[in-house]
């Protein structure tokens, strides 16, 4: 198989150099495109399952395990904008799993809380997969955890990733800014 076959856009010089490589590249990058496909099916299960997105049962969790929270310290407890929480929100209110209630002695300030279905639906939900693979890891000893750890960071400055903003969901984030 050519460089040219495995895909429809154009190859930079350094993407056809690596693709023209076979080897232990090729293996990580494969290695790399099974864990994110993992994940990806991982979410769809949920959705399927339990009706709810990924960030959705973010909040849900966050939400069982450290009470009701304004909604800027809950973005910040899952990692995502405001803006996207606001959405995510919406959509757990009209489902009736979250309530808003403006805080007594800040109007300003929303709380947001699990309804008693909400509640339910939260204990209810498999572990993320994200604690599957923490109870992995915690397996390895401290040398093997280290060196998995040194890679992947190595990898994250392979695609420039160190730049973007910590909040995984932020779709309106741009390298220029």
Known sequence: MTAASRSDEPLTALSQTALAREGPAQDIVQLLRRMVGRIYVD?????????????????????LHSGPMSSAALAKAIFVTPSNLTGIIDRLE?????????????????LLALTETGRHKAGSLPDPIEE?????????????????RAA??????????????????DATWSPEE
């Open 94 to 110: 009209q489902k009736g799993l979250v309530t808003r209630t403006r805080q007594a002695t800040d109007r300003r300030v929303q």
């Open 43 to 63: 979410s769809k299960r949920m959705v399927k399952r339990f009706g709810l997105t990924g960030p959705q049962t973010l909040v849900l969790r966050a939400l």
């Open 152 to 169: 992947i960071e190595q990898v994250v400055g392979f695609i420039d990733a160190e730049k973007a903003p910590d909040v995984p969901f």
């Open 132 to 148: 599957k693979l923490a109870a992995g890891l915690a397996l390895l000893d401290e040398e093997q955890a280290g060196a998995i």
